[in-house]
């Protein structure tokens, strides 16, 4: 998982400090990532820290972590958004299924669940280029043991790019049931990617095609 303070620092880089409205976004983010924490200690350290950056006190700070933590975020994982101007990948993040970027989210922060999953939904199976690019870099590090490091991924991209990638690692959640959220999230995919297909077969005509999808697609809806 990668370091609160890490994190912390990818978000305080997308806002200007200097104004009133880049303080306020800085620290909603920032207490979306503090709320996640269960080490009081931790946060406090934090609290401080942001509060002394901001001049935005402890409580009023404190206060916007436990809105954070009362809503509901563990048990359905609706990621906080990082708010940022609109990118050049635009059209990359409108074509990548939310539900992608949820579970390769989930696998990031948890070596088990890429276990469950790396054969079942291997890199190749994202349906964008720059999703595919991260999943195989994380996929290749579980694969040879070595440590997922934010800092050495995020080298790999530049631009654009780079801030899409560090808005999936800012928007890490944690699930009060894992193993079943992966699951869904793995089901939903391929749901969204057949039917995707089905539409594709339909317009062309393909009957046999067609009849492939559709008997997969009412075989992946009983399951």
Do not use: W
Request: with cysteine.
């Amino acid at each position: 998982m990668p370091s609160t303070e890490y994190l912390i620092s990818l978000v305080r880089k997308k806002y200007n400090l200097d104004t009133p409205d880049g303080k306020a976004l800085f620290v909603e983010n920032a207490s979306s990532i503090l709320s996640k924490i269960s080490n009081e200690i931790e946060v406090d350290a934090y609290l401080k820290k942001i509060s002394k950056e901001t001049d935005i006190s402890k409580d009023a700070i404190y206060a916007e972590i436990k809105k954070q933590r009362s809503t509901g975020k563990i048990s359905q994982g609706q990621p906080k958004r990082i708010r940022a101007s609109a990118s050049g990948l635009k059209r990359e993040a409108d074509a990548s299924s939310e539900a992608e970027k949820k579970l390769l989210g989930i696998i990031i922060g948890s070596k088990a669940s890429y276990s469950a999953v790396k054969d079942e939904f291997p890199p190749d199976e994202y349906s964008s280029g720059i999703l595919r690019r991260l999943a195989e870099i994380v996929y290749d590090c579980y694969e040879h043991g070595d440590i997922l490091e934010p800092p050495v991924i995020m080298a790999k991209f530049s631009g654009e790019e780079a801030d899409f990638v560090s808005g999936i690692f800012c928007n890490l959640e944690v699930y009060a049931n894992e193993k079943n959220t992966v699951s869904q999230l793995v089901k939903k995919i391929k749901i969204e990617s057949l039917d995707k297909k089905i539409e594709q077969a339909e317009q062309e005509n393909d009957a046999q095609r067609l009849r492939e999808l559709l008997d997969k697609r009412l075989k992946l809806g009983r399951d």
